[in-house]
């Protein structure tokens, strides 16, 4: 799955878009959404380091999507394990926490669900447009007894912060 720049301009309002600036601002937001959220877009087998929080038999890998686990390795022994929901039971407790556990999953999407698929794009867009744009998006705001403060504008929308928490395992709940 790839994000093109023929589906950027259908998602966004960007006016005649820089393929140049698309092809490098994509990549990073696509890096981002992974190394914050935990959200892999696109389908890959990996070799997860995971550090568990507390000795016990069932963990759950800060990524998302986990499509399948297929080997559980921890203080280099394979574990018998079984893979439900998100969760990881093995069938023996892991106690010595300070060693990582190594997991092997299949991750990603293979198709992106249409909101998240938006939400990236509208991050791209607003990145976009920053570059675009000479200033920095700083708004001023002066408050009724005038004082005067300046907000630089976060990097990544809210709409598209709060379509990351929903796929995220890495939010406790969502609203």
């Known amino acids: 799955m790839s994000f093109s720049f023929e589906d950027f301009l259908l998602y966004t309002k960007a006016p005649e878009a820089d393929i140049k600036l698309f092809s490098i601002l994509a990549p990073g937001v696509l890096t981002q959404v992974e190394d914050t959220y935990g959200i892999i877009l696109s389908p890959v087998t990996k070799d997860v ?52 556990v190594i997991v092997t999953a299949n991750l990603g999407y293979t198709e992106v669900p249409a909101d998240l698929k ?43 912060r709060d379509i990351y928490n929903k796929y995220s395992n890495r939010v406790i709940a969502y609203y």
Do not use: C, M, W
């Open 49 to 100: 380091k995971y550090f568990l929080k507390a000795s016990g038999t069932t963990f759950e890998l800060p990524l998302a999507p986990v499509n399948e686990v297929t080997k559980v390795v921890h203080d280099g022994v394979e574990q018998v394990f079984t893979f439900y929901g998100n969760d990881i039971v093995t069938a023996t407790s892991l106690s010595d926490i300070r060693k990582p």
């Open 118 to 160: 938006l939400a990236v794009y509208q991050h791209i867009e607003s990145l976009y447009f920053r570059a675009k744009n000479s200033s920095d998006n700083i708004e001023k705001v002066v408050n009724t007894s005038g004082n005067t403060t300046f907000f630089r504008e976060d990097s990544t929308p809210k709409l598209s």
